[in-house]
């Protein structure tokens, strides 16, 4: 492949990635569980669509269309009654599948159903599937599934650019040396998991002029492995390893009107038994906080005002490309219709045998 070539952009414009009106369908971050209680309804817009979320009684999430299909209340002044949700309106009674169960002026209720969602709870955090039928498990670490854990959540953000450009910051191998100061060569090897998740890893042997490795050298001498999953486009997993030393973050990213991207990142480690186990886990989840926080603040001011387009990738943005190339060939949907862009099926078919001619990345 020609990394210096000019018609990269021009002549294979992408046609999800970083497109304001698109994203992929899977699961997506709501709120963090403890943030919706037992008996709880709240209002939630996501991806442009209007919902509300509630807790019932055998602490199952359930979320639904915003809007009562009577005459358009809105569903999160109702309560929570049991399992229920009951509209304030004309107290129209809907279960957790979203069927009509009771109409106090009628005997029996009309065949009718509120559009619900598949919801699940991981991390910490309730998901929402934008699509009718989750296609893929949730995301996960290997080593801590089926684990308890603990966790860390850090400051929601919002960024000026699209969450897919935010996303790209953990694989370019350029702006570690540039930003970060991580001096030594960075090259990350790829792995697709699924059709909708790939994997990127590398090992920093050098670097010492990084924050980073300043503040593990005490610890080990060996060298740092870091691996980043991505899913859907807009979740990356991070695993950072060194001898018996393994950090955990997660960052979800959604995208919000006009291309802008909401942010959340939380660090996560499996639960350990005691007092001593706890304090491990806390000085942990603290360490991951301070190397987050360090690494974010140069970023961010890139993000606020960042205007993406690449147009003369090199070598060194090759992560970069099987990104794109990857997140092509998922299933995209538009920004709050959640309907899928069903017109432009055959022209992504072959924009990605364009994009695979033309990047040839392995």
């Known amino acids: 492949m020609n990394f210096n070539s000019q018609t990269f952009i021009s002549s294979r414009k992408s046609k999800t990635f970083n497109n304001p009106e698109r994203f992929i369908e899977g699961w997506y971050w ?7 209680r037992v008996g709880e309804v709240k209002p939630m817009t996501l991806l442009g669509r209007e919902l509300v979320i509630y807790r019932g009684k055998d602490r199952r999430v359930v979320t639904c269309d915003a809007y009562c299909p009577h005459m358009g209340a809105h569903l999160a002044e109702g ?15 809907f279960d957790a599948e979203g069927i009509c169960i009771d109409i106090p002026c009628l005997d029996e209720p009309l065949p009718i159903k509120l559009k619900t969602w598949p919801t699940a709870e991981k991390y910490g955090m309730i998901w929402v599937w934008t699509g009718e039928f989750p296609q893929q498990p949730l995301p996960f670490f290997p080593e801590l599934e089926h684990k308890d854990c603990d966790v860390s959540f850090g400051p929601r953000l919002v960024m000026n650019c699209h969450p897919h450009v935010v996303a790209i910051n953990g694989i370019d191998a350029q702006h570690f040396g540039t930003v970060h100061k991580m001096l030594s060569e960075i090259i990350f090897e790829k792995q697709e998991l699924n059709h909708n ?10 670097g010492e002029d990084s924050f980073l490795i300043k503040l593990i050298r005490p610890f080990s001498k060996s060298p740092v492995t870091c691996s980043i999953c991505y899913w859907y486009g807009t979740i990356g997993m991070v695993t950072i390893s060194v001898d018996f030393l393994r950090i955990h973050v997660m960052y979800a990213m959604r995208l919000l009107e006009g291309g802008k991207t909401e942010a959340q990142t939380w660090a996560i480690i499996k639960k350990r038994k ?3 186990g706890w304090l491990y886990n806390r000085i942990v ?11 974010i603040q140069d ?3 890139i993000f606020q005002t960042i205007r993406y387009e690449l147009k003369t990738p090199l070598k060194a943005d090759q992560s970069i490309m099987q990104f794109i190339n990857h997140l092509e060939r998922q299933k995209p949907l538009i920004w ?4 899928f862009v069903r017109s432009h099926h055959g022209e992504i078919k072959e924009n990605h045998e364009k994009w695979r001619e033309s990047m040839s990345n392995d």
Do not use: M
């Open 30 to 36: 709501v709120i963090p569980s403890r943030n919706l």
């Open 79 to 93: 309560k929570v009654e049991g399992n229920e949700l009951r509209c304030l309106f004309h107290r129209w009674k």
């Open 299 to 301: 970023d961010i001011k």
């Open 336 to 339: 709050g219709t959640w309907n």
């Open 274 to 276: 005691g007092i001593l």
């Open 197 to 206: 998740a790939i994997t990127f890893s590398n090992t920093t042997y050098s």
């Open 285 to 295: 989840l603290k360490l991951t906080e301070i190397v987050g926080s360090h690494f």
